[in-house]
């Protein structure tokens, strides 16, 4: 019987990219798969383009109603919503490393017998991502944090840089890129130093291509080597441009996954303080801002792409922005996507050997586990305690 896999529209703002594309739907129809596309108003590929390499298309948001069997990919989190979940969903899910509202993300699968098999967790046989944006939102990144230096010096403090949308090819990218770099160093005398912290993976490697190919030559490009004594860094703050890549995407920065124990922050309020400071930009790429790890503890919220600058509260010139937008790869949806989708397929191919296909076994085995580590809710309790009672039976209710 035919796998069907079941492409969801995406419901984040401003979010163009999709796990499948019109290419890779075809070599899984190719396949044996059966695939079904949700209708979308957003996504970078047109409706058509799936019809004509034989999708069906569906309507959007029909997800929920799919037969049980169907497995949902997609891309960002879900609605919010509080329905039970029961189907398998392939998907950023963003709820097994703390963040804020794990619990009731995560909950809503076990309630409705569903799964999360997590894409950010999805590893070879060597520990590496299966797939990944990371070059992609490491160029994004890098792009606008060249855009913000260069605004910054073109216009006062109390404008602030205007929104972003994405762009059709990388070309038309690069073109307004060197066009703010221009500016910016006509009014600087010269173009920004950049750090990239996290430089040997693909979110770095996508960073210093962007700096390369606008020009920009002054980068320090920063690795485990470099951050193994612990910061605050002096160096970042004595930069102008600092893009954060590597903590929670590559494993050669931090040695693992994710970050999952503290580790001293890059930089503070104590040094912003430095009267040494240049330090007018930081794009956190990593993105994980309610991570109570998160080593760049001076901003609490995510900026979009309405609004891709938050400023941070420091004493003296220059000021200081953040960008911490949590879908960069947007800004390049159709080159991202393809590259994404491209690198997931050979997993894909496997679904329908799962229950023996190493990368599927072990996420099936880390959502079993994450799930573990759910709080019981009230619910939940009283459940287990009337069980318990109707068995005659003595057991712990856990969470007690």
């Known amino acids: 019987m035919a796998v069907t896999l079941h492409l969801r529209s995406e419901c984040k703002p401003l979010e163009h990219r999709s796990a499948l594309t019109p290419t890779t739907a075809k070599q899984l129809l190719d396949a044996g798969f059966s695939v079904k596309v949700e209708r979308s108003p957003m996504r970078v590929f047109e409706d058509r383009e799936f019809e004509e390499v034989g999708a ?105 840089m205007p929104g972003v949308s994405s762009y059709p090819n990388q070309d038309l990218l690069l073109d307004d890129v060197r066009a703010a770099l ?129 400023p941070v509260q420091v004493e003296g010139p220059p000021p200081l922005s953040v960008i911490s937008i949590d879908h960069l790869p947007s800004l390049l949806p159709r080159e991202a996507s393809e590259a994404f989708s491209r690198s997931l397929l050979p997993s894909l191919l496997q679904l329908p050997q799962r229950s023996s296909s190493r990368v599927w076994q072990q996420a099936t085995q880390l959502f079993n586990d994450k799930v573990l580590t759910l709080p019981k809710s009230p619910k939940a309790k009283s459940i287990l305690q009337t069980q318990s009672y109707i068995k005659g039976l003595s057991v712990p209710v856990p969470g007690k």
């Open 56 to 160: 069906t298309l569906v309507p959007e948001g029909s997800w929920p109603d799919a037969p049980t069997d169907n497995i949902i990919v997609g891309l960002k989190e879900l609605p919010e919503d509080s329905f039970a979940l029961k189907h398998t969903h392939v998907q950023f899910a963003h709820c097994y490393k703390g963040q804020n509202g794990w619990e009731e993300v995560l909950r809503r699968f076990p309630q409705g017998g569903g799964t999360l098999l997590d894409l950010e967790f999805l590893q070879d046989d060597i520990g590496r991502r299966v797939a990944a944006f990371g070059y992609h939102a490491g160029y994004a990144g890098a792009a606008l944090a060249v855009e913000a230096w260069a605004w910054q010096l073109t216009h006062p403090p109390s404008e602030a």
């Open 182 to 310: 221009a500016k910016g160093e006509e009014k600087a005398g010269r173009r920004p130093r950049v750090i990239v912290i996290g430089a040997l993976g693909r979110c770095g490697r996508g960073a210093i291509d962007l700096c390369n190919g606008v020009g920009i030559e002054d980068i320090l490009p920063w690795d485990l080597d470099e951050t193994k004594k612990g910061g605050p860094f002096v160096e970042i703050v004595e930069s102008d441009i600092t893009t954060v890549v590597g903590w929670a995407d590559v494993s050669s920065f931090v040695n693992c996954i994710y970050l999952d124990k503290e580790i001293p922050p890059f930089i503070n309020n104590e040094t912003l303080a430095s009267p040494g400071r240049k330090l007018s930009v930081v794009c956190d790429v990593s993105c994980d801002t309610t991570n109570p790890h998160n080593p760049v503890p001076v901003y609490t919220e995510n900026s979009t792409f309405d609004k891709p600058c938050l």
